[in-house]
């Protein structure tokens, strides 16, 4: 919810693994939007990806965090971390700008 400065004061909790919905962009090790391509089109992507490392390390092979953070996964090239996938309900566009404004990294 926000506040009366229009800053977030509460994210609420996250429904898979506790806690605040709120990640440092410096813990992102890796963002996407999905289908791949389709955020330069006019249909835009359907879901968001990110993956973070601010969760602690026992909740990572939660849901999609245990093929994500397989050693197959590792051995083609991804960083551990906390899966995350959000509806792109959203100009991706703008939200792709922030990821890269904000210096989240991406593989």
């Known amino acids: 919810s926000a506040g009366a400065d229009g800053e977030l004061e509460d994210s609420g ?3 898979v693994v506790g ?7 410096d813990s992102f090790v890796n963002w996407e939007f999905f289908p791949e391509g389709w955020i330069d089109q006019p249909q835009g992507p359907i879901l968001v990806y990110f ?3 601010q969760t602690p390390e026992g909740e990572w092979e939660v849901g999609p965090g245990q ?5 197959e996964a590792l051995a083609k090239g991804a960083v551990r971390g906390q899966v995350h ?3 792109a309900l959203c100009d991706t566009k703008q939200l792709r700008e922030e990821f890269t404004r ?3 990294a991406k593989l």
């Open 51 to 53: 993956k973070e490392t």
């Open 102 to 104: 904000r210096g989240c």
């Open 19 to 25: 806690g605040a919905n709120r990640w440092t962009y």
């Open 67 to 71: 093929s994500a953070n397989s050693a």
């Open 85 to 87: 996938f959000f509806p």
């Open 13 to 15: 909790e996250n429904i």
